[in-house]
T-cell receptor, first 113, second 112 residues
Framework: AQSVTQLGSHVSVSEGALVLLRCNYS??????LFWYVQYPNQGLQLLLK??????LVKGINGFEAEFKKSETSFHLTKPSAHMSDAAEYFC???????????FGTGTRLLVSP | DAGVIQSPRHEVTEMGQEVTLRCKPI?????LFWYRQTMMRGLELLIY????????DSGMPEDRFSAKMPNASFSTLKIQPSEPRDSAVYFC??????????FGPGTRLTVT
């Protein structure tokens, strides 16, 4: 069965600092991987996805993630944090043949001035 | 496109009452998902439909929960009778491109 592990339920950074949110996955077949963001009192919004091809994936709002098969990781990064990035971030995995996603437990990003 | 539409946005009801949550997916999407989010349990998939047919309802917690999708543009999640532990935010999501899901704004349910 597929699963994802997000290390750290909370990550705090200063405005302008590097953002790194960690996600490791487990899948018996080549995975499709996703990052979603949830702002307060809103639904989840797709940030970026990896399916096949280029392992460095760029998403909205300056975020990117790199698929590393050898490390079974799909960490999310942004070079310079902005106050508006404060939100909860979810990593998710699926595999071919199934529509449903398996979500991680989420990481809350706190950005201080 | 208006995105996924959910109603009501907030629902407060008393224990034992029937609750019906509604969802209108994005036009052209052929899959629909119902999730529940709580602080304790995080985000849980309750049920999902493909082409209006329920595919996997293994996440539905009890027989008190039921979901229908009578057509491609409408789905309901019903709780009867409701209990305080059902208090949560319920999200509907629709999927078009393989594995992409677009979430609605959610319905915040409070059962007193």
């Amino acid at each position: 069965a597929q699963s994802v592990t997000q290390l750290g339920s909370h990550v705090s950074v200063s405005e302008g600092a590097l953002v790194l949110l960690r996600c490791n996955y487990s899948s018996s077949v080549p995975p499709y991987l996703f990052w979603y963001v949830q702002y307060p009192n809103q639904g989840l919004q797709l940030l970026l996805k990896y399916t096949t091809g280029a392992t460095l994936v760029k998403g909205i709002n300056g975020f990117e993630a790199e698929f590393k098969k050898s490390e079974t990781s799909f960490h999310l990064t942004k070079p310079s944090a902005h106050m508006s990035d404060a939100a909860e971030y979810f990593c998710a995995v699926t595999n071919t043949g199934f529509q449903k996603l398996v979500f991680g437990t989420g990481t809350r990003l706190l950005v201080s001035p | 496109d208006a995105g996924v539409i959910q109603s009501p946005r907030h629902e407060v009801t008393e224990m034992g009452q029937e609750v019906t949550l509604r969802c209108k997916p994005i036009s052209g999407h052929n899959s629909l998902f119902w999730y529940r989010q709580t602080m304790m349990r995080g985000l849980e998939l309750l049920i999902y439909f493909n082409n209006n047919v329920p595919i996997d309802d293994s996440g539905m917690p009890e027989d008190r929960f039921s979901a229908k999708m009578p057509n491609a543009s409408f789905s309901t999640l019903k709780i009867q009778p409701s209990e305080p532990r059902d208090s949560a935010v319920y999200f509907c999501a629709s999927g078009g491109q393989p594995y992409e899901q677009y979430f609605g704004p959610g319905t915040r349910l409070t059962v007193t």
